[in-house]
């Protein structure tokens, strides 16, 4: 069922979901980003539907098919991201943040090219913190969704996905290696999953598998609490 009505582990739950880089402008025609492909996030959404959940995608620049029967909101910033989710937040019972958000944007986006010669050498951009959405969803108080991040990390991908469940308030964190040649842009992933329970392998795979895996994962998990 792709609909959210029918049969499924997930039917008649509404799962939020972020995917993709953000985009924070400099100045008209440039702008910081990251390597994130938006597929984990894909993968997901499609898995959560399959389920049978009703499911919102939001999504920044990416280049991926809509999965059969989500429904999808284009975003580009941080900013965007964040009154997207915020507009769907208490109607959603998981909100899984799979996006890339970019952490900093550019305070004052030039209204014109920079140039060279009349603007001048320009040795640093100055940069403000973006919101964090994750933790801004597993910090309401009413009507909070089961709240799931992703922790992307180059080392140390226990400690530092443990302190993010701790710090951002999760109920559930999907921890991967990134780096040049494993985790973004790549069909292929290896997820650990911790809770307060502890940690749980997903193992190696397609992205496509473990988000099916993922799914699953949390579908047990609202059992639980339902019972
Ligand atoms: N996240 C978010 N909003 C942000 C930053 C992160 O919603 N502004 C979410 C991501 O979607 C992910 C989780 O928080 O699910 C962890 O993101 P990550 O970049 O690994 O963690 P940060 O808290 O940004 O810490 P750092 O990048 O410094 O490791
Ligand atoms: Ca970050």
């Known amino acids: ?6 049969e499924g582990p997930l039917s008649g739950k509404t799962v939020l979901i972020t995917a993709g880089p953000t985009r924070e402008a400099v100045d008209p025609v440039r702008y910081l980003s990251n390597r994130s492909s938006g597929r984990m996030g894909f993968a997901v959404a499609e898995a959560a539907a399959r389920a049978g959940a009703q499911v919102k995608l939001v999504t920044g620049p990416v280049h991926l098919p809509t999965p059969a029967g989500v429904e999808r909101v284009d975003v580009e910033t941080a900013e965007e991201m964040r009154q997207a989710v915020t507009d769907r937040a208490a109607s959603a019972d998981v ?11 550019v305070p004052r ?23 964090d959405i994750l933790a801004e969803v ?12 992703f922790a992307a990390e180059t080392r140390d991908l226990e400690k530092h996905a443990r302190k993010k469940l701790e710090r951002k308030k999760l109920d559930l964190i999907a921890a991967n290696l990134v780096g040049r ?11 650990l999953l911790l809770d307060q329970q502890g940690s749980q392998a997903l193992g190696a795979g397609s992205k496509r598998a473990l988000a099916g895996k993922l799914i699953a994962e949390i579908a047990a998990r609202l059992d639980g609490e339902a019972s």
């Open 109 to 131: 986006i030039a209204e014109h090219k920079l140039k060279k010669d009349t603007d001048g050498e320009l040795h640093e951009i100055p940069l403000e913190r973006n919101p």
């Open 181 to 191: 040649d494993r985790g973004f842009d790549r069909e292929e992933n290896e997820l």
């Open 138 to 149: 597993a910090a309401m108080t009413d009507k909070r969704p089961f709240s799931v991040g």
């Open 1 to 6: 069922q792709l609909d959210g009505s029918g």
């Open 95 to 105: 909100f899984i943040a799979a996006a890339a958000v970019a952490d900093y944007r």
